[in-house]
C-alpha cells in the first residue's frame, strides 16, 4: 500500500548549523512531493516542493533531494535558526485513481538550540 | 493577500452534539480539500471538493461526517452526535488548480468531552 514516513521523529540542531530531514517513501507512481512547516497551533505552511522529473530543487536557505531508485526524499536546511524548530511533515500528492489528496507522514521535530 | 481562514479556532462540543466547522478557501481557488490532525500524528484526508463538486469523500470516517461546498467557495464541514474519538484538529486547504500548491489555514481544534 502506499505510505509516506520519516525516519527519525526528532532532530535537534545548534543554531547555524545545517539540519537535514528525511523521509522515505513507498508508491513509486507519486509524481509529486512537498515538504511541509507546522509550528505549534499552526496549519502546515507550505515549504518546497519538487516533481519526479528533478531531482534537486533549491529554495531560500532550503534544498529538497529526491531519489526515485531507493524513494526517499530529504530537505536541507542550511544555517538554521531558532525559527526554524517546528514540525516537518512531508507529503505525497496521491493521484492514484483519480484522487488528488496529499498523503502526509508522521513528522519530525526539529529543535534548534541557541 | 488573505491566505485559508478557518472558523471557529476552538470548539468544545458535548458527546452527542453536532457541530459545524467553517471554511474560507483563498479567492479564486477552486479546489478545497478537509484534512484531520490528531495529536502528534500527519494530517489526514477527509474529502476533496472541486468547485462545489465533491470528488472525493473516501476519507470521511463514517456516515457522522458530512461536507458541502454549495456555491464552489465556503465550505462546511458537519460532524454529528459527535464522539470523543472525532477530538482532534480539522484542517481545510485549497488550491488553485490540479497539480499545484495546496495551502492550509490555521485549523479549528475540536474536544468532544
Known amino acids: 500500500g502506499e505510505s509516506v514516513g520519516l525516519h527519525l521523529p526528532t532532530l535537534s540542531v545548534q543554531e547555524g548549523d545545517n539540519s537535514i530531514i528525511n523521509c522515505a517513501y513507498s508508491?513509486?507512481?507519486?509524481?509529486?512531493f512537498i515538504w511541509y512547516k507546522q509550528e505549534s497551533g499552526k496549519g502546515p505552511q507550505f515549504i518546497i516542493d519538487?516533481?519526479?522529473?528533478?531531482d534537486k530543487r533549491q529554495g531560500q536557505r532550503v534544498t529538497v533531494l529526491l531519489n526515485k531508485t531507493v524513494k526517499h526524499l530529504s530537505l536541507q536546511i542550511a544555517a538554521t535558526q531558532p525559527g526554524d524548530s517546528a514540525v516537518y511533515f512531508c507529503a505525497e500528492n496521491g493521484y492514484q485513481g483519480g484522487s488528488e489528496k496529499l498523503v502526509f507522514g508522521k513528522g519530525t521535530k526539529l529543535t534548534v538550540n541557541p | 493577500g488573505a491566505g485559508v481562514s478557518q472558523s471557529p479556532r476552538y470548539k468544545v462540543a458535548k458527546r452527542g452534539q453536532d457541530v459545524a466547522l467553517r471554511c474560507d478557501p483563498i479567492?479564486?481557488?477552486?479546489?478545497l480539500f478537509w484534512y484531520q490532525q490528531a495529536l502528534g500524528q500527519g494530517p489526514e484526508f477527509l474529502t476533496y471538493?472541486?468547485?462545489?463538486?465533491?470528488?472525493?469523500k473516501s476519507g470521511l470516517p463514517s456516515d457522522r461526517f458530512f461536507a458541502e461546498r454549495p456555491e464552489g467557495s465556503v465550505s462546511t464541514l458537519k460532524i454529528q452526535r459527535t464522539q470523543q474519538e472525532d477530538s482532534a484538529v480539522y484542517l481545510c486547504?485549497?488550491?488553485?488548480?490540479?497539480?499545484?500548491?495546496?495551502?492550509f489555514g490555521p485549523g479549528t481544534r475540536l474536544l468532544v468531552l
Open positions: 486547504a485549497s488550491r488553485l488548480g490540479q497539480g499545484l500548491t495546496q495551502y
Open positions: 519538487i516533481r519526479s522529473n528533478m
Open positions: 508508491n513509486s507512481a507519486s509524481d509529486y
Open positions: 471538493f472541486q468547485n462545489e463538486a465533491q470528488l472525493d
Open positions: 479567492s479564486g481557488h477552486v479546489s
